[in-house]
């Protein structure tokens, strides 16, 4: 007996011990101290360390590869468990029907609401998903879309574009353009109203919404640029020095940089090039472009936390990996990699553009500069931003990690699509 409870003793303390190593390697990461729902910030976040470690695991046991399929389906599983609780995502939903199906070859979700079937001239969102233009999917972006659609009674297409590295540059964009440019084309036959259609997405989906709008201008009613990569000029901004020692081994991790790479049909060994600006030239780094990302002049010192960071930034302009720059030198001057860089007369053109940004975002300052410039030009511009926001929190309105930030971003997105649509 004796040594049957001493067995039962050591089975408990080991199992504490590996509960607690878990527990220390899991639940470590550095959160916003403002933030007030910090336990499942850290569950989220040990939620995308393991899709990584066990990414990782599977590449080097040569059962997967990176940005394979595989590796994309157990991601959406990650994503969709966080969201709803389950990796299937949602059921039938009553009050929306739900179409799967093509656009000139590309695959889309179609959300109308119940109440709107058979009616015309319907408010219409064109959305581009998240994930670095190399993970992610319109499936992922299910529950989301749902909520959207629903709550602002607009019919949402959301475009399940092609992805890096696969297809780089400017795949994902055309697949996006088309989508949209059918739906101004074929707006009867949707049974919306060309007048009234919006464009959106976020991170890298928020960057193709902007590029798209600098296409295709007023033709769009309105555009939600959602915690975007606007520029990849300079990685060293006040938002990336700040934010990149929170949440910096899931959502803010520099590895991030890689789907950068991906985009731009480039190795992943140029990634950390990028994050340390040795990508550019001394020459460009004393250009126009350079300027046209300038801190000092597009960011303003009041989202910036720590005040001397802002107080003293200054840009060294004397190295670059020449090898590296004649490779990116085209891509670095192409607005539609990086709208924040399209000329003046380009951005007069813009629709009502609504930008999300969030304080704990190492990309922050992109959308806040991009504001702040459409704002100079007299463009019709709101901002909303969340100082205690991390890059993916629109993603948890409900499920079992909902979010007050969550609720509130799409509360907010709602309302926008309401009072412009």
């Not at 979700?109 to 998903?129: C, D, E, T």
């Not at 949209?180 to 060309?194: H, I, K, P």
């Not at 511009?381 to 309105?397: K, Q, R, S, V, W």
Request: glycine share 6%; charged share 20%.
């Amino acid at each position: 007996m004796w040594i049957v409870n001493m067995a039962t003793r050591t089975t408990f303390s080991i199992l504490a011990v590996l509960i607690s190593v878990f527990l220390y390697f899991y639940l470590d990461a550095h959160v916003p101290e403002p933030f007030p729902q910090k336990f499942k910030l850290k569950i989220m976040d040990a939620f995308m360390k393991t899709y990584v470690h066990l990414i990782s695991g599977m590449t080097s046991l040569g059962l997967i590869e990176y940005f394979s399929p595989a590796d994309r389906k157990i991601a959406d599983w990650f994503i969709l468990t966080m969201t709803t609780g389950f990796p299937w995502g949602s059921g039938v939903d009553s009050r929306l029907q739900i179409t799967d199906t093509k656009i000139r070859d590309v695959r889309v979700k179609i959300y109308q609401p119940a109440n709107s079937l058979g009616k015309k001239n319907r408010p219409v969102l064109v959305y581009f998903h998240g994930g670095g233009w190399s993970l992610l999917s319109a499936d992922c972006y299910d529950p989301i879309m749902r909520k959207i659609s629903r709550e602002s009674e607009v019919v949402v297409i959301s475009v399940d574009y092609r992805l890096s590295p696969q297809h780089p540059f400017p795949v994902p964009l055309n697949d996006c353009f088309d989508v949209v440019e059918y739906v101004l084309d074929n707006s009867d036959t949707l049974g919306v109203d060309s007048s009234r259609v919006a464009i959106g997405g976020d991170s890298a989906g928020g960057n193709m919404a902007a590029a798209i709008s600098l296409r295709l201008q007023r033709r769009i009613a309105l555009q939600l640029v959602l915690v975007p990569v606007l520029q990849i000029i300079n990685w060293q901004t006040t938002g990336f020095m700040e934010n990149v020692l929170y949440l910096n081994k899931s959502i803010n991790s520099p590895n991030s940089l890689v789907f950068l790479t991906n985009y731009l049909n480039l190795s992943p060994e140029y990634a950390h090039q990028f994050l340390i600006n040795n990508h550019t030239s001394p020459e460009f780094k004393k250009s126009k472009y350079f300027d046209s990302v300038d801190q000092k002049k597009w960011m303003p010192k009041k989202y910036v936390r720590t005040k001397d960071l802002w107080e003293n930034i200054e840009y060294k302009k004397d190295f670059g990996n020449a090898e590296l720059f004649k490779k990116v030198e085209g891509y670095l001057k192409e607005p539609l990699i990086s709208p924040l860089i399209a000329d003046d007369e380009t951005l007069l053109g813009l629709p009502f553009t609504y930008i999300m940004t969030c304080g704990y975002d190492f990309i922050r300052d992109d959308g806040i500069m991009f504001h702040e410039k459409l704002k100079y030009l007299n463009v019709k511009t709101e901002l909303a931003h969340y100082p205690e926001g991390f890059h993916n929190a629109l993603m948890f309105p409900h499920g079992p990690l909902k979010m007050d930030i969550g609720v509130k971003i799409i509360a907010d997105i709602v309302r926008i699509l309401k009072n412009k649509l």
